[in-house]
């Protein structure tokens, strides 16, 4: 159970309903995900969001597949468990595979494995890196 | 100062050669860098981990830059700074520009953004995404 | 299931039993939580930390409103669902409203979000902020 | 040294110059931190994160105080360095005290401690807590 | 529910049952744990990961049994539920009482809490100590 | 450089004295290493911090040179620096060897990466674990 009310369009104020409804016509779909339905308890935070999701997600240096990826990618280094189911769907939507999801992971495990060694073997950056 | 010493390529056994060897052949470059030259107190875990390594970075369902930009997103998550140095490095030598570095760490910080949000209002997973 | 059994009050040693009912009388409860029910297969460890915890969210410099919500903070930012559903409870008790619990996230979200974007492009520490 | 180039007042496009000066005038101060001319690689990642920053750490339901020191108890979780530096800056303009500050950080070791003690035991909300 | 499908024995390929026929030899148990299942969808990251886990956990310079409580430490650091279950009943197996198991879990709370002490004091490393 | 002065033994009032001597006595040391002298600018929580490591870090069922060895296992998965440099030293005078140390890391290092890989694919605890 989440630690605030989810607020549903029947009962959103029109101010949440015009963020739910450019969310669900930008993404194509007809429902309104967890996720919102927990910021609309600040509209002004929801729309913040929104505004920022839809900015930062749109194509641009990086394809939309990619970005999803890197999405999954800190979600799972994260460990967010919402996150990481609601962006491999996204990325799923978008043509990741099986095959492509198990080598994403593959990169996450071992970057994680890399790191630690590195920050606990206190190794110093190469002057040719920087 | 690393935890332990960095062995030099001069002063390698010649199981450490070898490892060093091939990581110069693979990657096309004359020098190796501190990270290995650290695990190589523990020969074994250097041919271990250099084989982890280039098996997973190798080209497969994902392209090598995707997966070095999916490293990059994971150190920058971990605040790992030797990684983020050495696989930004190796993401611009695979043909990542300053755009392209930007809009990732902007996915990055917008992920690891959604992620607390999430977790902090302990927002349930929506059936649709499982 | 914990890791380890849930020790009841009725099931308790005295040396425990002493504890629970510190805490239950210090809060103003008739009930004991899981997390002291776990320490207390350690009674040592339950002892030093229900000491620690009291010592620590006395009021002090801080009042303990702000104190239960930075602990809120640092419990979003881990992950931890145990400690954000009962520290939210805790901060609920002294005061904090819907409005300032969608507010404290919003920060919270946004200094992940600014810590990983720092970390990531390596920003190095102006010497006006030392 | 930083991943990206830091882009100066004297060499920023107007864009970016406008964007500095109302951070400039916002916060009363006669120079930019670093942190905003790395962004500034990115405009839109500028003006887009300045946005953000200015309406999430505004006075709300929260103290602009209380919101600084929030963002310190983050930064000091996450381990970034320029964070707890510039947001500590900031805290102490507010008016936070070396009391204050040993206190917050007293209740963010103590939340780290009893995260992983929780987590690790893997202690389960009481249904109160709901 | 995994995002991926778990493998069972029965409809494995000769490849993924030779895995699995060595994971349970070497183990001595008679059934097969959901990670390497899911990892299964990913034949040569399974071999790759078993290989791993084969060669490090092996007794070595330190003993089995103190490996895996460096395990359950660092799941127990990360908040990984699978994790921490899964080593720490292979930690019982191999001889922990539950008397070590929370003194093991009291040490990862307090260097969870002082990490986060000396990161938010930006203390600086000892010239001692290097 | 700190973000508090840090306290030398010469300026320290008798309260702040007298934690030293014990530190010192009890590690057989004739110095004060910085993370004691930056707590010390509130005296109460030094002696409290003191407490705590001195009765988490003594003999127990646990041998305290594997306690050195699980806090330089949280303090590399945490990045944490100073703790890894400090706690490294100490195992190292309990008679950790570099071939210890790099066995260390290469469990920390594995554990990190399959962390990631069970909570980024979701795998559920198997019953067997509970």
């Known amino acids: 159970m989440a630690l605030v009310r989810l607020i549903e ?6 101010e949440v309903r015009s963020v739910y409804d450019d969310i669900m016509q930008t993404r194509g ?3 309104i995900n967890n996720f ?6 600040d509209p002004a935070q929801l729309r913040r969001m929104w505004h920022n999701v ?7 240096a990086l394809d939309p597949l990619l970005k999803e990826m890197i ?20 990325a799923r939507k978008k043509g990741m595979s099986d095959a ?17 060694l590195t920050n606990g073997l206190r190794v110093e950056v ?4 920087r």
């Open 100 to 116: 492509m999801l198990m080598e994403l992971m593959a990169v996450v495990g071992l970057a994680n494995e890399t790191n630690r």
């Open 29 to 31: 779909v007809d429902w």
């Open 71 to 90: 999405y999954v990618a800190v979600s799972a280094t994260n460990g967010c468990e919402y996150c990481t189911h609601s962006h491999t769907a996204a």
């Open 54 to 60: 839809k900015q930062v997600m749109a194509p641009g």
């Open 126 to 129: 190469d002057p040719q890196f």
């Open 9 to 14: 369009y029947a009962e959103a104020t029109p």
């Open 36 to 41: 919102w339905k927990a910021l609309a308890n």
